[in-house]
């Protein structure tokens, strides 16, 4: 497992690119599974999330070639409608094959997902919008077993605007050619680019980033091309992280559009920055103000950011809150965040930070992907030697992190074991 070492105290200053959105390709990748025909996905991070995606295709049944950031893929015989519990553990994700599989072939059979070890991450949702559909559900031995003589479009209003379940269901809808309804549908612009994406393979959709989603579908639908959206947590966990060592940097392509709650608060935290069509550029002088969040769906301060933002308030001039709404128990990283100096108290979903003056490296351990990059945050301002160990989880979301900062005057090194 392999470690990174961190002597912090140095600003992020200096320009680099953003990468492509790991949570826009994975629906994408995925939605290649509604048709026979090849399609062709650009500015595909390399990560590891998406190797799992890949070989959950190739299992089912594709075959991948990658090419630098680009993944063709291309049918052979017939697919496989079983998703193998050793992918589908790794990553929650792959609960997405359920839509076009169950859409193509009326029938599906996939694990309970795994994933980010953030408490209880249950996929009834998605489950309640296939029965909706007309599928039949049940659970055998940990599997989630689904059958459908024929599916059919439906108005499915969903409890809560989860990202995952407005997903699969958009990719199923997207193969059915009566007019489904999502209601409550979560407006990410990850969402918004499956749609576009799904839009280019047949299907008619309306109203992708509102709260009500239209689609008409197509029994058959085309291969497609595709570039996927700028990863906006990527951008926001760089921007946190050069205000918590007080830098100057630009990240070409990062969407202002897709980070506007995150770049308020920014900015109530007392950074300058710049937006506009070529990117965002931040910079900050001080130690930040406090400022207190709640992680909402979007367009609210996203579950994603809620670590790093917990690591930057840890170093303000006062105390903050933290309110997180979308997933319970995800403050692992409170714990390793004391490590280093931080003075927090968690209740409950609120965290009170009480802002030191400064961090001092310590060894500690990532638990899941945003917990890891809470940790680069904090390391990258600390002083002396941080060395965060299970960077594996950090390698899930992040395009090789420790290349990019260094790039921005980071001393960070990876030690491989
Ligand atoms: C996606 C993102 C993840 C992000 C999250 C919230 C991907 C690959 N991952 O995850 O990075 O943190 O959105 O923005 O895009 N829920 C249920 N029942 C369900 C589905 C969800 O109760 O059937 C609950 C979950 O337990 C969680 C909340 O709804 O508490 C949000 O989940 P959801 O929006 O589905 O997140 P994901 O799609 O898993």
Redesign the pocket.
């Known amino acids: 497992m392999d470690k990174f070492i961190i002597r912090g105290g140095k600003p992020l200053r200096g320009t680099i690119a953003t990468g492509g959105s790991?949570?826009a390709a994975?629906p994408i990748l995925i939605a290649s599974l509604l048709t026979d025909e090849p399609c062709v996905v650009r500015r595909v991070p390399r990560l590891r999330d998406i190797v799992t995606t890949l070989r959950l295709l190739e299992f089912l049944g594709k075959r991948v070639v990658q090419d630098n950031a680009s993944v063709r893929i291309y049918s052979r015989k017939g697919l496989k409608t079983q998703a193998p519990y050793d992918l589908v553990k790794q990553m929650?994700?792959s609960v997405l094959v359920v839509g076009p599989l169950l859409a193509r072939f009326g029938g599906v059979r996939v694990p309970l997902p795994g994933g980010c070890a953030i408490?209880?991450?249950?996929?009834?949702?998605?489950?309640k919008g296939f029965e909706q559909m007309g599928a039949k559900v049940s659970l055998e031995r940990g599997d989630a077993v689904m059958s459908a003589r024929r599916l059919h479009a439906a108005r499915i209003p969903l409890r809560?605007?989860?990202?995952?379940?407005t997903?699969n269901l958009l990719m199923a809808a997207s193969l059915l050619e009566g007019g489904t309804t999502i209601e409550n549908a979560?407006r990410?612009p990850?969402i918004a680019d499956l749609a576009v994406f799904l839009r280019s393979m047949g299907a008619q959709i309306e109203g992708e980033g509102t709260r009500r989603i239209c689609v008409r579908g197509r029994r058959v639908l085309r291969g497609a091309e595709h570039e996927v959206i700028a990863d906006r947590?990527e951008a926001g966990t760089f921007l946190i992280a050069c205000a918590a060592t007080r830098g100057s940097v630009f990240l070409k392509g990062a969407r202002p559009g897709h980070l506007r709650n995150v770049l308020k608060k920014l900015q109530e935290a007392g950074c300058k920055v710049q937006a506009s069509s070529a990117g965002i550029g931040l910079s900050a002088a001080g130690r930040p103000d406090p400022v207190d969040i709640t992680t909402q769906?979007?367009p609210g301060f996203?579950?994603?950011l809620q670590a790093p933002w917990m690591a930057l308030m840890s170093l303000a001039k006062g105390q903050s809150m933290i309110r997180e709404r979308?997933?319970?128990k995800r403050f692992l990283h409170a714990g390793e965040l004391a490590r280093l100096g931080a003075r927090l108290s968690v209740d409950g979903d609120m965290v009170c930070t009480d802002g030191v003056g400064k961090f001092s490296g310590a060894l500690v351990m990532a638990s899941d992907i945003r917990a890891g990059a809470a940790l680069l945050v904090a390391g990258l301002a600390a002083g002396g030697k941080t060395e965060i160990s299970r960077v594996y989880h950090i390698d899930r979301g992040y395009e090789a992190v420790e290349k990019k900062l260094r790039r921005l005057g980071a001393d960070i090194i990876r030690v491989k074991s």
């Open positions: 790991k949570n994975l929650r994700a408490g209880l991450r249950p996929i009834d949702l998605h489950l809560f605007a989860s990202v995952g379940a997903e979560a990410e990850e947590i769906p979007y996203p579950t994603d979308i997933f319970e």
